[in-house]
């Protein structure tokens, strides 16, 4: 893979007010790393003169910031309300509606800027202000892409964190002030308003307002001067080069959106009630008032004869979806494994709870967050696992399964076109095979064989049954994701000597997996507790599971081929086709008189050759939903 060569570019508690100058100019000062840094609030357009001069002083990289109303940029009734710039020493807090002109006028000048998180300030940028992400990205330098690369963990996780603040303590000052806890209070003291609502109705002019909103441009140009050298240092140019043009890229398929058809979505929404209730009512008949209730549910199942074994950190028995979806005899799916008679209770829990989310998690996300063209702008994270795996939310698209269609026919083409997509073909089992080197993978791909049915009649010889190929699939990803014989157990509903026999069957079919995945632990185990990708990402891995070595530059890769393809399709022409990456599929929408032709030259672009094996994909034309893609009904998709 190969990045594309692109030209891309402890403090003490605030004092003030202070006026200084002009009456109307509120200069707010604060200690920051030993140095006294100042943010500058003008009133009137007189109060701009030291604005012009700061912009003036020649700062090849200001930091950049905006305040909103809310983090749903395209809702209807959206606002910015400040934008910031600051260097290192201080900031100016600009009032969006009374200087927006001399706001367009310093973003458009020939210069850099510095960004935390900067895809959303982007399109924030790009619909209130009308400077498009075209025209800023190119000249925007994002502190967190340059943190993700030098440590991807988030605080929890033993690394330095993604987060502004967080940053800033280990790179700044370790008084950094969490201004937002601050201003939150102010929320909910002065305004009897929370942590979302509050954005809106502070006075625009609160001390507390514009001390949190003129400190982070300065924070933001203080991180990127720390962090930049870092990531140079570390050979990682490169690819903070190929990141920053990814994140422009996904921004703008955010901006384009996807188009829903309400109708139907609100149809949907009362099914899902009706049939959530359907089931509770199900349920009761069991003895479970509430599903929701751990209790009831322990209770009424081992009433039923079920032997529960798991329990909680407090002790209580574990009745959650890992342990209900194996009685009810569902794979992760939610396709049956016949390996049991279904018990009647986890089926109806289940699907009481999975209405129950899908009404509020997705039919009423979709109506709330549409804007006001009916359609919804998911937010498509670029770097949002230490892997850099990509993920969609607002609302939460990878998560829907991949043997269902109800909430996906929501999504629907524009007028004229029909949605279309491209699947990578099992890429984490062929990333798997190139990195590891394995000769009989390898071969089996380079021959065509399904790489399940393979392993199974591998295994099992020649007369594999369905369920022994569905064990050695499970077997595979959990040799990619990291699943153990206990995990496998639950997915397949084998016996666990069985799935313990057919790990080793899989160990002694894929030597080299074996050997891989010991090689990179041992080196882990010796060296510097990380591995390295492909494209130069560093993984950093945790003591106690330095076994995770595989799935990360597994998935890291994986995420990087497809990265790679959003790219190339963008550089062929055909970005403005594309809708949404999910998983390894992009989704897609193209004329229906040339829909075939699209998706074939973008299923095209999304094909390589990664360490001898090649890495294909399957294009389709779906029709006029996304659902159409997944097995939904002609008449419900033309409904």
């Known amino acids: 893979m190969r990045p594309p060569s692109l030209s891309w570019g402890g403090g003490r508690p605030l004092l003030g007010p202070i006026t200084k100058g002009p009456p109307a100019l509120h200069t707010y000062r604060h200690t920051l790393a030993g140095s006294e840094v100042a943010i500058y609030f003008p009133e009137t357009e007189d109060d701009l003169a030291g604005f012009d001069a700061f912009l003036a002083r ?46 367009v006028r310093a973003l458009r000048q020939p210069r850099r800027f510095t960004v935390h998180n900067a895809s959303f300030d982007l399109q924030v940028i790009d619909r209130a202000l009308g400077v498009p992400i075209e025209d800023l990205a190119p000249r925007t330098f994002d502190t967190r892409i340059l943190a993700h690369l030098l440590d991807p ?45 509050g954005w809106a109705v502070i006075d625009v002019d609160h001390p507390t ?32 080069v190929f990141e920053h043009r990814l994140q422009a890229l996904l921004a703008m398929m955010q901006r384009r959106g996807v188009l829903l058809d309400v109708p139907y979505i609100q149809d949907l929404k009362g099914r899902l009630g009706d049939e959530a209730e359907h089931y509770r ?64 209770l986890a089926d109806a829990v289940l699907r009481a709870k999975r209405a129950d989310k899908w009404s509020t998690s997705y039919a009423q996300a979709f109506l709330d967050l549409r804007d006001d063209r009916d359609r919804l702008h998911p937010m498509i994270g670029a770097l949002q696992a230490r892997t850099a795996r990509m993920s969609i939310s607002n609302p939460p698209l990878q998560q829907l399964p991949s043997s269902d269609w109800t909430i996906r026919r929501g999504v629907i083409a524009d007028p004229g076109q029909v949605i279309v997509a491209a699947d990578y073909q099992a890429v984490e089992m062929r990333v798997l095979a190139a990195l590891s080197g394995d000769e009989r993978m390898i071969q089996a791909i380079l021959d065509g064989e399904d790489l399940h049915s393979f ?55 894929f030597p080299g997996i074996r050997r891989f995945a010991q090689r990179l632990q041992n080196r882990a185990d ?6 390295v ?56 929408q193209a004329p229906a008189d040339v829909a075939e032709d699209v998706i074939q030259e973008i299923g095209r672009l999304m094909e390589s050759t990664f360490g001898g094996v090649p890495i294909v994909s399957e294009p389709e034309v779906y029709g006029r939903s996304w659902g159409s893609g997944y097995g939904c009904p002609p008449e419900a998709d033309a409904a």
């Open 58 to 103: 020649g700062d090849k990289v200001l930091g950049l910031d905006t305040e909103t109303t809310n983090l749903n940029v395209y809702a209807p009734g959206f606002a910015v309300r400040l934008v910031q710039l600051g260097n290192d020493r201080e900031a100016w807090v600009l009032r969006a509606d009374r200087f927006r002109d001399h706001i």
């Open 533 to 588: 990708t492909p494209t130069g990402r560093h993984l950093p891995l945790d003591r106690d599971r330095l076994y995770a070595a595989t799935n990360y530059i597994v998935q890291s890769t994986s995420r990087d081929l497809l990265a790679q393809a959003i790219v190339d399709i963008h550089e062929a022409g055909l970005g403005e086709h594309l809708l949404l990456p999910v998983h390894d599929e992009l989704i897609a």
């Open 455 to 509: 392993t199974a009649r591998m295994v099992y010889g020649p007369e594999f049954t369905k369920a022994h190929r569905k064990i050695s699939k499970a077997v595979g990803f959990g040799k990619v994701f990291g699943g153990g014989a206990a995990t496998i157990q639950r997915q397949t509903g084998a016996d666990l000597e069985a799935v313990r026999t057919a790990l080793r069957g899989y160990d002694e079919t």
């Open 526 to 531: 010796y060296g510097k507790r990380e591995v």
């Open 153 to 197: 963990r988030q605080r929890h996780e033993g690394g330095t964190g993604l987060a502004l603040k967080e940053l800033s303590e280990v790179y700044v000052d370790p008084s950094a002030p969490d201004t937002q806890a601050g201003l939150h209070e102010v929320f909910r003291r002065d305004y009897r308003a929370t942590k979302e609502t």
């Open 281 to 344: 009512q199900a349920a009761a008949r069991y003895g479970v008032a509430n599903v929701n209730s751990t209790a009831q549910i322990a209770e009424a199942l081992t009433a039923m004869g079920e032997d529960l074994t798991e329990r909680t950190p407090s002790g209580a028995l574990k009745v959650d979806k890992g342990v209900l979806l194996p009685l009810a005899d569902l794979d992760t799916q939610w396709q049956r494994i016949e390996a049991r008679t279904p018990n009647p």
């Open 209 to 240: 307002y514009v001390r949190y909103a003129g400190l982070d441009p300065i924070l933001a140009r203080r991180l990127f001067d720390e962090l930049l050298p870092l990531v140079r240092d570390v050979g990682l140019d490169r690819l903070s």
